[in-house]
């Protein structure tokens, strides 16, 4: 088995790379929930001001529920309170991926302006958060030591992933 370096080539510790994991895996989580939720907005039709409600309570419901679960977790493996640190990386994790759906509300305004429908924003929204996968996945892998067609088929992979939740909303949905 091999030891993981305490220390990388870029010089972040093995604790900085581990919060860095965690924050790109909740990226991608809420990506991911945020795409299913838009994908099923997109059968009911509503006005943009019911889709932005309806993405945000629930993102925000489901940021809260990782939180908590963090904290719980945190504090089972540790046998001990959080210290402010572990508190804030906790917060950072888990509300920092709000960031990863700026531009779906973005588009949703739009459509409240007038600008385009709202099932064209929900639609621009599914595409920009599949770029946004592919994006976090480029984050996630720029640093470390691919080949560039080891770097693509990661990127592709992930985008596919994001292409095949919406395959699969799809059939759900009919």
Request: hydrophobic share 55%; glycine share 8%; net charge neutral.
């Amino acid at each position: 088995m091999t030891d993981i370096p305490d220390v990388s080539a870029d010089g972040s510790t093995l604790h900085e790379r581990e919060e860095r994991a965690a924050h790109l895996k909740e990226r991608i989580y809420v990506t991911f929930a945020a795409l299913a939720i838009i994908m099923g907005m997109l059968d009911h039709h509503l006005e943009p001001g019911q889709a932005m409600r309806t993405l945000g309570v629930t993102i925000l419901g489901l940021l809260v529920a990782v939180f908590v679960a963090d904290v719980i977790s945190l504090v089972v493996v540790h046998e001990r309170p959080l210290t402010r640190r572990e508190w804030r990386v906790a917060l950072r994790t888990s509300f920092g991926a709000v960031g990863s759906l700026a531009l779906p509300f973005v588009f949703l305004g739009l459509a409240a302006l007038g600008v385009w429908s709202t099932d064209a924003a929900l639609r621009a929204s599914e595409i920009a958060l599949i770029a946004a996968l592919a994006g976090i996945g480029w984050i996630a892998i720029r640093k470390l030591q691919l080949r560039w067609w080891q770097r693509l088929f990661a990127i592709t992979a992930e985008a596919a992933v994001g292409a095949a939740v919406v395959g699969l909303q799809v059939l759900a949905h009919g």
